[in-house]
């Protein structure tokens, strides 16, 4: 049996520490909100986040404007859908794909370029990745994201 192992790197950096606050926090891999069923199912993807009532979500593996998604911005469709707040950051320029600038971070990734994005909030900083599927980059990546010792990002340039 193939065992798949998918590795998502969620980072929350706190700035008020009081017990009675709580954040939940998600991260989804959407394959391009294509399911399992190879359906794209924008509003699929949005019933899930709505069922799970997130504060933030980090979406992986979307299109922006590319040719496979037949020229939708994915993340905006998806937002619509669930009336939240959207920031695109692109990891690669794919298929046509315009880029929406927000701060990331470059990853090691061998088998295909890797980002860490970073969102910054009144009170914390969300940061998520994919992670790159061999140890050695994902071992090379994390002691990056560890290295960083204050975490500071300007306003995005285009928000959704």
Sequence with gaps: MKKTLLLLFTLLLALSAQSQNSLLLMTYNIKNANGMDDVCDFQRIADVINHIHPEVVALQELDSMTHRSGQKYVLGEIAGRTQMHAYFAPAIDYDGGIPVSLKTMRLPGREEARA?????????????????????????????????????????????
């Design 116 to 160: 860490l994005i970073m969102a910054e909030f009144d009170n914390y900083i969300y940061c998520c990745t994919h992670l790159s599927l061999t140890e050695e980059d994902r071992m090379a990546s994390l002691e990056l994201i560890k290295d960083l010792s204050l975490i500071h990002i300007s306003e995005p340039t285009r928000p959704y």
